[in-house]
């Protein structure tokens, strides 16, 4: 790790390209890229140093010049006119560069986690699929929309340059880009018609802490390894080892065990009416097992010959979905206790010894807490075979197993969001974020929150830092920085996504020049990658279109809570931005939550009076003191401004604690 970390520091330090003389560039100056209009576009790069630079761009033949330093660095500054184009850069030191099919335009950095990362072609291998995908794809001919995509990169340190590059939308290009990114730049696109570049830089199931500096996130205390610094590394190691104590203890407290030997079911083969047959692989939900969260085990017997005896032995289970303990013969073999392991394939070698000529027993115990439990890969992925043979003899077939204890009656397992180099605070700034700095943009859309449901309170300051961290290090001054709430999904844990969704807000509220997309009724209860990426990219696109280029018509935000006043035994509740009136389109009111002085809230009865507010009540609480909306993690909700626009989630106490 520390020679990793030596590695990372002089890429950072430019030593890789300065000692060659040549002139370099990173990569997301390039051809075919879209630089911000009417502006001062940085260009950057590396050379020997002490060597000057020149830097002409087409449109105006104006030459600026610059001198490396004594680290090779050296950058130069163009002055971009109204949006055209192409044009060419010409940049000359010791060697020439000429970048061509430059376009200039309104250029807006796309980052997050797997909302945002989601392709136009969508995950249908993990039932994720886009609405409308082909149709969008097949129609995805602009040839003045630029897309970069910064390849998934994390480091310790800083460094100055990414994987990537620029390419100009089409079918092809496009299947693989941002959905939400790209139907925000074609929202764009249409209504300016002027060039769209689109860097998108994102992540699926990160953490905001991990997307900011450390110089930032060393301010909160939960990330700094001393006072008012986080040294990423250390991170990562204090974080593991305390995960990993919590999860030993988990782990036995809820009968999963990785003791050695194991029990006593694993020492023979079974039977029993307990145990029944399935195929394996399989998904539990397409056996006899069912949709399940909880425990099973498995076990099936297999022969070898005597020529295997006391040789090196593999077995290869392929991904469990989501943790396991295997033995043989009663011996155990390896472990997998992370809920993040689900899509790692099981390699598990047997210790001399451990197989007889005949007849083994190999016993498999799995623990599932939300994803689609079973040995789940595909029949080839389960074999056993001598180490070093690639082949061997299948495992795939018909196993034994039996449920051993459900999750809904055991104790929440651990967590431990950042127990992962992407979700180490400062590790997706330094390799994702940092190599595009200065790049000029216009401003920036992020679609994040998921993995920061665990803290709610807490997102307030790391959401609201990670901002004003990208804002000073682009010394733009406050660019546009637009944001999606996370959507209704059944989390199925006791985390507050309410107190996340009001964070979000309170960073809107807090931070000048930002917004906020609230998708309340674009959510899917079981999937957490809702298929209607173009409502949400086109609901950024609004906020843009409205606030940052002069369409003063264009709707960009639904209701938001604004006060309450307490009516004998019921509340009235008013909003701003309602845009001609509230409605729910014809439909019952839900996601309404009423409370008295006593903080325990019920389901409430609501209605719009009027078009200008909400009445609620519930005759079960004569005195109602607070109302919630919206509140819960599976609350898809239905009130709306005239325009089609939803309501914000919101609350009108302060018990943080109910």
Known sequence: MKSLKLILVFCALGVFSGAIGQVKLPAVIGSHMVLQQKGDAPIWGWAKASEQVSVTGSWDEQTVTATAGSDGKWMVKLKTPVAGGPYIIKISGKNKIVLEDILIGEVWLCSGQSNMEMPLKGWPQWGGPIDGSAEAIAAANYPTMRLFTVKKATSFVPVDTCSGQWETCTPLTAADFSATGYFFGLQLLQKLNIPIGLIHSSWGGTAAEAWTSSEYVSQIPKFATTPGKCDPELFYKNAIDTYYKEQEKWVKSIGFGFTDPGPAWTLTKVSGAEWSDIPVPAEWSKTSVGAYTGI??????????????????????????????????????????????????????????VLKAGENVLSVQVANATGLGGINGKEKDLKIRLKKSKSGNSLAGTWKVRKAGTFQTLPPMPDCVNCNYPNTPTMLYNGMIKPVIPFAIKGAIWYQGESNRYDGLLYRKIFTGMINNWRHDWN??????????????????????????????????????????????????????????????????????????????????????????VESNSIRIMFDYMSGGLTSFGNDLVGFQIAGADGVFKPAKAYVDDAKSVIVYNPEVPAPVAVRFGWNSTDVTNLFNILGLPAAPFRTDKWDNK
Request: proline share 6%; charged share 20%; no cysteine.
């Open 296 to 353: 099973v085990d498995y076990q099936m017997t297999f022969k070898i010959s005597k020529g295997w005896v006391g040789k090196e032995v593999v077995v290869e289970l392929g991904p469990i979905d989501e943790m396991d303990v295997a033995w043989i013969n009663g011996k155990l073999i390896g472990s997998h206790l992370n809920p993040g392991d689900y899509a790692t394939p099981r390699v598990y070698e047997i210790p001399a010894g």
């Open 476 to 565: 733009q001054g406050n660019f546009p920085f637009y944001f999606v709430q996370i959507a209704p999904y059944n989390y199925q844990d006791k985390f507050s996504t309410g107190l996340l969704r009001e964070a979000q807000e309170y960073a809107m509220k807090t931070l000048p020049n930002t917004g906020m997309v609230v998708t309340m009724d674009l959510g899917n209860l079981k999937n957490i990658h809702p298929g209607n990426k173009l409502d949400v990219g086109n609901r950024l696109a609004n906020w843009a279109l409205a606030k940052d280029y002069g369409l003063v018509n264009t709707s960009h935000t639904g209701p938001m809570y604004r006060t309450m006043q």
